[in-house]
C-alpha cells in the first residue's frame, strides 16, 4: 500500500525477487481493503489497472467485527495486462482510491489471506489470475496463496499518522517552472524528501538523495504536485512539465 499523500493511496503489485525475465499476464484480481467502522472510500474517482475495478463495500457487524468495515475489489480485465518481468523489480499500480471525511484515527489495511477473518468468508481472499510461466501457453491460474499473508510491507496505514498539522515552509522557490528537465529547489534547508504525484495522486517520483533538484526528464508533459518536506516543515508547489 502506497501512501501518496494525505488520503489517497495506491495498491500496488510486487514481484518476487526474482532473475525471471517473463513479463506475466494477468487476466483478473482481487483483494481486500480494510477500513474503521464509518470510514469510506470515495468510489466515484478511483482508478485501476483496467479502468473498470468494482469497490464493493461490506459492514463489519456482518462478519462479526463492528469496529471495522471494508471493501472487496475486484477486476476482470476485458484484455490481459502485462506486468513488468519480476527480474525488473518494478512494482504496478493496481487500485488508486481516496479516503473521505479525513479521519484521524484507526487502521487501514489489506486483509492478509490467513487471516482469520479471509478463513471465514474466503471471497474476501486476495487472488491473481495470471500467466506467470513462459512455457509457450497462455494459462491462467491464482498466482495468489490462498493459505498465505499474500501482501508485501507496507500493507497498513494509521490514520493518526494525520491527525498533526505540518508547519508550512516559506521562502521555498522552485524552478523553473514550467520545466523541461530538472527543477531546482532554493530558500530552504535540511530537506529530508521530495515526493512528487500527478493529478490522479499517484506518486511518480521519491527523492531521498540530491534532494535540491526534481528530475524530470522522463516524465509526460502535464501538471504535477511536488511535496517537500524539511525538518521545519513542509509545502507543496505545483509544477508544470513542458
Do not use: C, R, W
Not at 50 to 58: C, E, I, K, Q
Not at 96 to 113: H, K
Not at 125 to 149: L, R
Not at 198 to 227: C, H, R, W
Amino acid at each position: 500500500m502506497q501512501h501518496n499523500g494525505g488520503y489517497s493511496f495506491t495498491i500496488q503489485a510486487v514481484p518476487n525477487a526474482s532473475a525471471n525475465t517473463f513479463a506475466p499476464l494477468v487476466q483478473s484480481y482481487g483483494f481486500t481493503i480494510i477500513v474503521p467502522d464509518g470510514v469510506t472510500i470515495d468510489t466515484g474517482s478511483t482508478t485501476s489497472l483496467g479502468g473498470g475495478a468494482s469497490a464493493t463495500f461490506f459492514d463489519g457487524t456482518n462478519v462479526g467485527q463492528p469496529s471495522i468495515d471494508g471493501y472487496l475489489i475486484t477486476e476482470t480485465l476485458g484484455s490481459p495486462v502485462t506486468y513488468p518481468a519480476p527480474s525488473t523489480g518494478t512494482n504496478t499500480n493496481v487500485f488508486t482510491f481516496t479516503i473521505n471525511g479525513s479521519p484521524t484515527s484507526g487502521d487501514m489495511y489489506i486483509l492478509e489471506n490467513n487471516s482469520a477473518l479471509a478463513n471465514a468468508v474466503t471471497p474476501l481472499k486476495s487472488y491473481k489470475q495470471a500467466d506467470m510461466i513462459d512455457d509457450g501457453m497462455t494459462t491462467f491460474v491464482n498466482a495468489v496463496d490462498p493459505n498465505a499473508a499474500a501482501v508485501t510491507a507496507p500493507s497498513s496505514f494509521n490514520f493518526m499518522t494525520l491527525s498533526t498539522p505540518e508547519a508550512e515552509l516559506t521562502g521555498v522557490n522552485v524552478y523553473p517552472n514550467p520545466v523541461k528537465n530538472v527543477a531546482t529547489i532554493s530558500g530552504v534547508s535540511d530537506i529530508l524528501s521530495v515526493e512528487l504525484t500527478n493529478l490522479n495522486g499517484q506518486l511518480v517520483l521519491k527523492n531521498t538523495s540530491n534532494l535540491e533538484t526534481i528530475d524530470m526528464t522522463s516524465l509526460p508533459t502535464g501538471i504535477y504536485f511536488a511535496k517537500i518536506t524539511a525538518v521545519a516543515g513542509s509545502k507543496t508547489v505545483k509544477l508544470i512539465k513542458e
